[in-house]
């Protein structure tokens, strides 16, 4: 194939592209073909790692810590700072999903926290 021949199928072949529809998550934009699962997999994750951070935590909600890493799962220390936080984002919402799936969850937010059980046992909550 010459370079105008296949300068000529690149064109056709972006013709033929089709553009993927998405849906707004938050601020992110999902496959509207994968947003059912995504939905599910991040309130399933979310609440989990909300049940992870109580025992520790005096206060956990879900908020927006930084409007460009959106909403995240924010546990807070008893003098008002940040102990724990995972963000639900399309990157992270998967990885917590297959860690909650292995029974791993606490371990990956200690881990993503720089903290270890020791740390924890020796806090005040």
């Not at 460009?68 to 990885?95: K, N, Q, S």
Request: charged share 30%; glycine share 4%; net charge negative.
């Amino acid at each position: 194939m010459n370079q105008t021949e296949l300068g000529a199928a690149i064109e056709a072949a972006k013709g033929e592209a089709t553009e993927v529809k998405t849906v707004k998550v938050d601020i992110f934009d999902i496959p509207e073909t994968k947003v059912e699962e995504y939905i599910a997999n991040r309130e399933e994750v979310a609440k989990a790692a909300a049940e992870v951070m109580q025992p520790y935590c005096v206060t956990v909600k879900r908020e927006t810590l930084d409007p460009e890493e959106g909403e995240a799962v924010v546990g807070y220390y008893v003098t008002g700072e940040i102990l724990m936080c995972v963000i639900l984002d399309p990157f992270e919402v998967p990885v917590m999903k297959v860690a909650l799936d292995k029974g791993n969850l606490k371990d990956y937010i200690l881990a993503a926290n720089d903290l270890t059980i020791d740390m924890l046992s020796s806090i005040d909550t």
